[in-house]
């Protein structure tokens, strides 16, 4: 099995921030948009359900672990333009939600 402990290392706070929003963020957006557009072509309505899953779990990953880990830097500015990034986050996507006509 692959060593996974940067997840639980990240969501816990203990990974550096450079770590945790250049490499596991844009990677893991890379894989999850890979395997999701390859699962909504494959399995039709199912694969839909599991690319927006995936994309959800990855997402709640991503903020929390970019919240506690926002001040792992050597410069705090980073930690609180990393935090104002994720609350622009929630909010774009918290507008998106209530804005989409569900289509």
Same mark, same amino acid.
């Given at each position: 099995?692959?060593?996974?402990?940067?997840?639980?290392?990240?969501?816990?706070?203990?990974?550096?921030?450079?770590?945790?929003?250049?490499?596991?963020?844009?990677?893991?957006?890379?894989?999850?948009?890979?395997?999701?557009? +390859?699962? *909504?072509?494959?399995? $039709?309505?199912?694969?839909?359900?599991? @690319?927006?899953?995936? =994309?959800?779990?990855?997402?709640?990953?991503?903020?929390?672990?970019?919240?506690?880990?926002? +001040?792992? *830097?050597?410069?705090? $500015?980073?930690?609180?333009?990393?935090? @104002?990034?994720?609350? =622009?986050?929630?909010?774009?996507?918290?507008?998106?939600?209530?804005?989409?006509?569900?289509?």
């Amino acid at each position: 099995m692959a060593d996974i402990k940067w997840i639980e290392k990240s969501w816990e706070g203990d990974e550096k921030l450079w770590k945790v929003f250049w490499l596991y963020n844009w990677l893991l957006t890379i894989a999850i948009g890979v395997i999701g557009q +390859f699962a *909504v072509n494959s399995f $039709g309505y199912a694969g839909v359900i599991a @690319a927006y899953t995936m =994309f959800t779990l990855w997402y709640a990953w991503f903020v929390i672990s970019t919240w506690r880990c926002a +001040f792992n *830097v050597s410069w705090q $500015g980073w930690g609180y333009i990393a935090r @104002a990034f994720v609350i =622009f986050w929630i909010a774009t996507t918290f507008i998106s939600l209530i804005n989409s006509d569900g289509t």
